[in-house]
């Protein structure tokens, strides 16, 4: 069946290390996007791709990376220049940019520590 | 700046009565709005949404109003159950823009 997923769902990095969130949809979505969930806050937006090969930046981009390089995939590296990475991470798909009708479905999430 | 406020951080409702969340927004580019439901260490799951051409969508036991002068938005829940304890994020889209911008979430908790 049909889904988006996320793994590893808890993950630990010592600090200085780059470290990468996979997310994966098979819902053939042409969208997708990585939040960041921290406690008392909204979930931000930290890179979003429409199409493959093309991403652009969200709010919170500073210390992240992604790449897109297939319609499927969206991984999201977490690298040593993010001050505080420890946080839910939540990727999302959508069959196209949100727009219209169109709703976001989200992953289960990672939730990464930095130890 | 936050953009989409959910004022209130938790709500407590009994079983069986009606559950009132609200979101106030400030970008008057808003013309879209989504309700997500999200339970602990799990993604958000959509609920429900409006688009500015309407003051009112229903969908069960859900209702999102929508007050575009007020730039107020609400969704009710009735009658409540427990399953509906969860985190209730509202989310707002502009135009054709693909990003969405959430609230800060609401912690509903329906008691029996």
């Known amino acids: 069946d049909g889904g988006i997923t996320q793994s590893p769902k808890y993950l630990f990095r010592k600090e200085g290390q780059n470290v990468t969130l996979s997310c994966e949809q098979n819902l053939n979505h042409d969208a997708m996007y990585w939040y960041r969930q921290d406690p008392g806050q909204g979930l931000r937006l930290i890179y979003y791709?429409?199409?493959?090969?093309?991403?652009q930046k969200g709010d919170i981009a500073e210390g992240y990376s992604v790449s897109r390089e297939k319609k499927e995939s969206f991984p999201l590296t977490v690298t040593s220049a993010q001050k505080n990475p420890t946080a839910f991470y939540l990727c999302?798909?959508?069959?196209?940019?949100?727009?219209?009708?169109?709703?976001?479905?989200f992953g289960q999430g990672t939730r990464l520590t930095v130890v | 700046d936050q953009q989409v406020k959910q004022n209130s951080p938790s709500l407590s409702v009994q079983e069986g009565r009606i559950s009132i969340l609200n979101c106030d927004y400030t970008n008057s580019m808003f013309d879209y709005f989504l309700w997500y439901k999200k339970y602990p260490a799990e993604g958000p799951t959509f609920l429900i949404s409006?688009?500015?051409?309407?003051d009112k969508n229903e969908d069960g036991r859900f209702t999102v109003f929508l007050n575009k002068s007020a730039k107020h938005l609400s969704l009710h829940i009735v009658p409540s159950q427990p399953g509906d304890s969860a985190v209730y994020f509202c989310?707002?889209?502009?135009?054709?823009?693909?990003?969405?911008?959430f609230g800060t979430g609401t912690r509903l908790q329906v008691t029996l």
């Open positions: 999302a798909s959508s069959p196209h940019a949100i727009a219209g009708n169109t709703e976001a479905f």
């Open positions: 409006i688009s500015s051409i309407k």
């Open positions: 989310a707002a889209l502009a135009g054709t823009a693909s990003k969405l911008t």
């Open positions: 791709s429409q199409i493959v090969n093309d991403f």
